[in-house]
């Protein structure tokens, strides 16, 4: 059965600090990993990663794949109180007609 | 349109109601996902629609549940009976072949958030 882990599940963080989020994943035919931001209800694209050890940044976000060990991390440094949200990690494997998601990692940014 | 429209955005019913749920896609965007999302969980998969295809119900929870899609364009998701578990927010997403290829791209709407009293 296909499975997308994410960890923690909620972070709580100051203003200006630099949080990790996991997403580790056991699909059969993987094809890419997505990240995802969803602040009130509709969940915004960030990343998609298909090829292990290349990054992907935009701004203060950075996002790596590693295919070998089966995970993906996204990085956010100098956080800042607009970066609350949930962060959903989904995967789509070759043949699958839709992304399949993980419970998501909660992160609230206090002043 | 612009974006991805779903209506209403809030709906309280009674259980054992049966309700219809709205999505709008982007104009020119041959598939269309309904997902569910409930209190501290990620998007589970209903259903998908790809163009004039028969779709994918392999999510659908139980009988109760049900989609069409007339047009290729408008989609109703409708929930019969409903029980208290079937709470939850309801989003769907369109994506044109290629965006779904390169960009992982499925656009989203805000959702329907149903409430069953």
Excluded at chain 1, 4 to 21: F, K, M, N, R
Excluded at chain 2, 46 to 65: C, E, M, T, V
Aim: net charge neutral.
């Amino acid at each position: 059965e296909d499975k997308v882990v994410q960890s923690p599940l909620s972070l709580v963080v100051h203003e200006g600090d630099t949080v990790t989020l996991n997403c580790s994943y056991e699909v059969t035919n993987f094809r890419s990993l997505l990240w995802y931001k969803q602040e009130k209800k509709a969940p915004t694209f960030l990343f998609m990663l298909t090829s292990s050890g290349i990054e992907k940044k935009s701004g203060r976000l950075s996002s790596i794949l590693d295919k070998k060990e089966l995970f993906s991390i996204l990085n956010i440094t100098a956080t800042q109180t607009g970066d609350s949200a949930i962060y959903l990690c989904a995967v789509l494997s070759t043949g699958a007609n839709n992304l399949f998601f993980g419970t998501g990692t909660r992160l609230t940014v206090i002043p | 349109g612009a974006g991805v429209s779903q209506s209403p955005s809030n709906k309280v019913t009674e259980k054992g109601k049966d309700v219809e749920l709205r999505c709008d896609p982007i104009s020119g965007h041959t598939a269309l996902y309904w997902y569910r999302q409930s209190l501290g969980q990620g998007l589970e998969f209903l259903i998908y629609f790809q163009g004039n295809s028969a779709p994918d119900k392999s999510g659908l929870p139980s009988d109760r549940f049900s989609a069409e899609r007339t047009g290729g364009s408008v989609s109703t998701l409708t929930i019969q009976r409903t029980q208290q578990e079937d709470s939850a927010v309801y989003l769907c997403a369109s994506s044109s072949f290629n965006s779904r290829a390169t960009a992982g791209g499925y656009t989203f709407g805000s959702g329907t958030r149903l409430t069953v009293v």
